[in-house]
């Protein structure tokens, strides 16, 4: 078949496209995703006891706003690797910054605490098991938001594949903070972070491989 | 596509291309069909340009790079500019057939390469992988049979529906999942 008859045989019958699926694709992955990690949640490990509690005091506001901030970010970035030519702009320092916000956080939170309690803030009382969690929630996500962007085109498979699992690491972490009850800024800081790049790595190696059209 | 890429002001072509592309995002068929018709020439200038050393190649990128732009469509965003988006497609592509290229050389070993010089049978095999009328030719009904009424007969999807006894949503998918499947048989990989 020569460039001129693939050419007559696209354009015959193509009809109208929907215009710009991508914010609908990635409500529904996030939205089926979310639900699978809750429901992981509340399988495996259960909403914290002191739930009701921990919702007035500020530090759960901030680990959420931290985690969100992450999520909200991460969007955007596979919202724009996920078509050709769109350059990420200020998406690079909207992720940053919420990092560099909660590291400052863990650093006064570890400058103000006495030697003694240092170790206390940073490891808590679950750092074994914190970022395996956040990890194991994102799962489901994870899987949801790889459908999302394989039915687009991504360029850039790497990236796009970190970006995908830092989305789902975020939204797993989200759904883990129900459960969490962790409430030092060292400790957030570091091992939320640490969970949610196990999934951008996994993203960032299957990326390649899975996300080629 | 160089000349549609000039910095600064917005080109004739990138203007008079976006406008068909438009059209034909909407159902304009012949609008689009004249985009992918000035596309391929484009293309084909772009591409020859960077496989200065692979001539054979240059036909072959230019299709797959228009069934990339074809299954892809829908992610085109009227408000993007078009030029780059389309480099975005054609330098992935590119990139592609590349990382393809340099993965198979490091595979095969050269005793084999001065086995396949010889051997006919072999480029014959080679040159049938390209053409996109035999990759046809395998898919699976479900996916060849609406492809061959609807876009090649030029059949509608009612009328393709009905030939094949197949559901009107079945024959949409079949076109689209087909299409794609193509597009990465031609790339050497797995659909």
New interface residues.
């Given amino acids: 078949?020569n460039?001129?008859d693939?050419?007559?045989?696209?354009?015959?019958?193509?009809?109208?496209?929907?215009?710009?699926?991508?914010p609908r694709r990635y409500a529904v992955a996030i939205v089926s995703g979310a639900l699978g990690a809750g429901l992981l949640m509340g399988i495996l490990l259960g909403v914290r006891h002191d739930l009701a509690a921990a919702l007035l005091l500020p530090m759960f506001w901030v680990k959420l706003a931290f985690v969100a901030a992450l999520a909200a970010a991460s969007l955007a970035a596979v919202l724009r690797l996920?078509?050709?030519?769109?350059?990420l702009t200020w998406v690079p320092g909207a992720l940053a910054a919420p990092i560099v916000a909660m590291g400052i956080l863990a650093a006064f939170a570890l400058l103000r605490a006495a030697p003694a309690q240092r170790g206390g803030l940073f490891f808590g009382d679950t750092w074994t098991s914190c970022p395996f969690l956040i990890a194991l929630l994102s799962a489901p996500v994870f899987v949801a938001v790889l459908w999302a962007i394989r039915g687009?085109?991504p360029?850039r498979l790497r990236l796009a594949g970190a970006a995908a699992g830092l989305l789902s690491g975020a939204v797993g972490a989200l759904v883990y903070c129900l459960h969490c009850p962790e409430m030092g800024a060292p400790f957030i800081a570091f091992w939320y972070l640490l969970g949610m790049m196990i999934p951008t790595a996994l993203g960032a190696l299957l990326g390649p491989r899975l996300l080629?059209? | 596509m160089q000349r549609i890429e000039q910095e600064g002001k917005v080109h004739p072509a990138e203007e008079r291309l976006r406008k068909l592309l438009i059209r034909g995002l909407a159902g304009d068929a012949s609008a689009y069909h004249a985009f992918l018709q000035e596309l391929s020439a484009h293309l084909r200038a772009f591409l020859r340009r960077r496989l200065t050393g692979m001539p054979d190649e240059v036909e072959d990128l230019v299709q797959e790079s228009l069934l990339g732009v074809h299954n892809q469509r829908h992610t085109y965003d009227a408000a993007q500019p078009l030029t780059a988006w389309l480099h975005a497609i054609a330098r992935y592509k590119l990139v592609d057939l590349m990382r393809r290229r340099a993965k198979h050389e490091l595979l095969s070993d050269p005793l084999d390469d001065e086995i396949d010089f010889l051997s006919a049978s072999d480029s014959e095999a080679a040159e049938a992988r390209r053409d996109l009328g035999k990759l046809l030719d395998q898919l699976p009904d479900r996916q060849r049979l609406p492809i061959v009424h609807m876009k090649l007969e030029g059949l509608s999807v009612a009328e393709t529906a009905r030939v094949t006894g197949m559901s009107e949503s079945a024959v949409k998918v079949g076109v689209h999942r087909g299409l794609k499947a193509l597009a990465a048989m031609i790339g050497g990989g797995k659909a």
Avoid: E, I, K, Q
């Fill in positions: 078949m460039t001129d693939l050419v007559t045989m696209l354009a015959t019958g193509a009809g109208a496209v929907a215009a710009n699926p991508a996920s078509r050709p030519g769109m350059p687009l085109a360029t080629r059209w």
